[in-house]
């Protein structure tokens, strides 16, 4: 089965902690996606990457980091820089030249506290 | 500048009457536009896309939509409701400028009443 796995499904962490979303496709893309989302605002876009060992800011990169090691990997860390991190995070990935069919992850929900 | 606007934060509908989720966005280009549904604590799911060719078009579920220049609009409808239809409904454009940029709606809540 082919697909988008995001791990946990919830976390919850102590202000002033790092912490790191994982996100893995076996869809073999090329493009991947981190998405922030928060009540009655939509998709913001965190970073993309378009291909191994590259990838961009999006929309809201302040306070996040991200790595593309392997073409089936975009992990992202929420750092303690981050001022407001509790939000639901999805993960999405596509072919890099059909960005519109984005194939997303189920979520992960993280709550600092 | 690029934008989407969904009309209506929350639609309430009862089974068996038709869906109409509303959205206009504006773009300098001539953009692509996007509805994906999400259900309750779920990733997004795509539902339609229109990328210039026919102006009305079909999705899964049932669901269609019609992109209208002249409005700039691209309003999502359904015939007949389903209790399975009760999910948040994102408009998504992308403007042909180049580069991964996706704009999101602030997404519609759909009830369907029984």
């Known amino acids: 089965d082919g697909g988008i796995t995001q791990s946990p499904k919830y976390l919850f962490r102590k202000e002033g902690q790092n912490v790191t979303l994982s996100c893995e496709q076996n869809?073999?893309?090329?493009?991947m996606y981190w998405y922030r989302q928060d009540p009655g605002q939509g998709l913001r876009l965190i970073y993309y990457?378009?291909?191994?060992?590259?990838?961009q800011k999006g929309d809201i990169a302040e306070g996040y980091s991200v790595s593309r090691e392997k073409k089936e990997s975009f992990p992202l860390t929420v750092t303690s820089a981050q001022k407001n991190p509790t939000a639901f995070y999805l993960c999405?990935?596509?072919?890099?030249?059909?960005?519109?069919?984005?194939?997303f992850g189920p979520g992960t929900r993280l709550t600092v506290t | 500048a690029q934008s989407v606007t969904q009309l209506d934060s929350h639609v309430s509908v009862s089974e068996g009457t038709p869906v109409l989720l509303r959205c206009n966005y504006s773009?300098?280009?001539?953009?692509?536009l996007f509805w994906y549904v999400q259900h309750p604590n779920k990733g997004l799911q795509l539902l339609l896309k229109?990328?210039?060719?026919?102006?009305l078009v079909k999705g899964i579920n049932g669901f269609e939509a019609e992109f209208k220049k002249s409005e700039t609009s691209f309003h999502l409808t359904k015939p007949s409701a389903h209790m399975s239809d009760a999910a948040e409904y994102f408009c998504?454009?992308?403007?042909?400028?180049?580069?991964?940029?996706?704009?999101f709606g602030a997404g519609t809540r759909l009830f369907v009443k029984a």
């Open positions: 229109y990328t210039s060719a026919a102006t």
């Open positions: 998504v454009v992308i403007p042909h400028t180049g580069g991964f940029k996706t704009i």
């Open positions: 999405a990935s596509s072919t890099r030249d059909r960005i519109y069919e984005q194939y």
């Open positions: 990457s378009q291909i191994v060992n590259d990838f």
């Open positions: 773009s300098s280009y001539s953009p692509s």
């Open positions: 869809l073999n893309h090329d493009a």
